[in-house]
């Protein structure tokens, strides 16, 4: 079956520098790729997203990025901000709609 | 802003006893899943629901599991007899159908199986 697998498991950044965290999926078939914010006691929310037919996504300080060939994507945060700490995960979906989840970045922020 | 409900926030049982976590999804989702995340571990899927029958399980999801979507509004997650092991989040999620494929996630259950 699917499997991702996310890097790193932690990463302390200075606020205002950029944080990039990595994604590889193993299934081919997968054709959906989202990022999801969770806070402490809170659900995942979906941040970002992008499908297998855009290599690149942007929105204000995030990116993603897909390289279909290598199946490995990334999430770019850019002028890191405190509010920015939090646990990141990726996932890959295909038609079913069941995501297969990384196993999440912790993101530190330091100010 | 559409929301998931789930309730309750925080369930405590007994081992051997039966719960059920209750979801509302967003009211024109098609698409109702149910995932677990045991404490500093990655979420992990349990079950999809569509048109009111399961479309997918996990390994995870055994007998002990069931869903029940019981009066078109809320979506339940039944465990028969908890075990220390589930112990966990619970989140539930939707999504509106074929074009959209961004989860909603509700604010999950933490259940703690003593």
């Known amino acids: 079956g699917e499997n991702v697998e996310q890097h790193p498991s932690t990463l302390s950044v200075q606020e205002g520098d950029s944080a990039v965290i990595k994604c590889t999926y193993s299934d081919s078939a997968s054709n959906y790729f989202p990022w999801y914010k969770q806070e402490l006691g809170k659900g995942p929310q979906l941040i970002i997203d992008?499908?297998?037919?855009?290599g690149e996504k942007k929105d204000q300080r995030i990116a993603v990025t897909l390289n279909k060939t290598a199946k490995h994507f990334s999430l770019h945060i850019t002028e890191t901000q405190p509010e920015d700490s939090a646990v990141y995960f990726c996932?890959?979906?295909?038609?079913?709609?069941?995501?297969?989840f990384g196993t999440g970045t912790r993101l530190k922020v330091l100010a | 802003e559409p929301e998931v409900t789930q309730t309750p926030s925080h369930q405590v049982t007994q081992m051997g006893q039966e719960v059920i976590l209750r979801c509302v999804p967003i009211s024109n989702h098609l698409y109702f899943y149910w995932y677990r995340q045991i404490l500093g571990q990655k979420v992990e899927f349990l079950v999809s629901?569509?048109?009111?029958?399961?479309?997918?399980k996990s390994e995870i999801f055994d007998d002990q599991f069931s869903v029940e979507r019981p009066d078109g509004s809320n979506f339940t997650l039944k465990i028969r007899s908890t075990k220390l092991e589930d112990s966990a989040m619970y989140f539930c999620a939707s999504i509106q159908g074929l074009a959209n494929y961004g989860y909603t996630f509700g604010s999950g259950t933490r259940l703690t199986v003593v």
């Open positions: 992008i499908r297998s037919n855009v």
């Open positions: 996932a890959a979906a295909s038609g079913t709609y069941k995501y297969i």
């Open positions: 629901f569509y048109n009111n029958e399961i479309s997918e």
